[in-house]
């Protein structure tokens, strides 16, 4: 199965900062690429779909780019509702894979 | 509106078995991918397994496989996650999910979330 690592493993930031997560995968998955945000004891929510595409309702500070193996999201000007975790998950290989997540809390 | 609901909280000992139900609502349950994912205390996100309730194909993460059996009765709109003899390391919250349409892994309905917890 495809192995998926994200760096940071946590982050603190300002309100208004730039924020930047990256995600890697261990082989090309094209874009197949998710980002979700998760807020404690909530389930996920979807983000950015096919590495770029933001879904329905999501704010347009956040952006996705990338494409084969190397995948950001970005927070362009960091909210206090933005705090949570975010994972970016595959699904170019079923069954799909998600990244180890990234915590970001405000400063 | 597409939903997903999820069955109650269980309290279960070691050994016992169990079977979580996941019930969709709102689109055409059969032609569309359910996830399974796990949450530990405290640690991300596993996914499990996945089943197209249509044929009920089912691809399971290599580190689930023979651990749980996922299932799905399309005449209930329904899909199950069960063990057949729970250990601690099964506690953990467990999510139900499927994708945005025309896609095969977008996951943008979830479950609220079933929690397991296995004590002596």
Known sequence: DIQMTQ?????????GDRVTITCQ?????????????????????????????????????????????????????????????YYCQQYDVSPPTFGPGTKVDIK | ?????????????????????????????????????????????????????????TRYSPSFQGQVTISADKSITTAFLQWSSLQASDTAMYFCATPLPGTSGAFDVWGQGTMVTVSS
Not at chain 1, 10 to 15: T, Y
Request: glycine share 12%; aromatic share 8%; hydrophobic share 35%.
């Open chain 2, 1 to 57: 509106e597409v939903q997903l609901v999820q069955s109650g909280a269980e309290v279960k000992k070691p050994g016992e078995s169990l079977k979580i139900s996941c019930k969709g609502s709102g689109y055409t349950f059969h032609t569309s991918w359910i996830a399974w994912v796990r949450q530990m205390p405290g640690k991300g996100l596993e996914l499990m397994g996945i089943i197209y309730p249509g044929d009920s194909a």
């Open chain 1, 7 to 15: 760096s940071p493993s946590s982050l603190s930031a300002s309100v």
């Open chain 1, 25 to 85: 995968a261990s082989q090309d998955i094209r874009d197949f690429l998710n980002w979700y945000q998760q807020k404690p004891g909530k389930a996920p929510k979807l983000l950015i779909y096919v590495a770029s595409n933001l879904q329905t309702g999501v704010p347009s500070r956040f952006t996705g780019s990338g494409s084969g193996t190397d995948f950001t999201l970005t927070i362009s000007s960091l909210q206090p509702e933005d705090v949570g975790t």
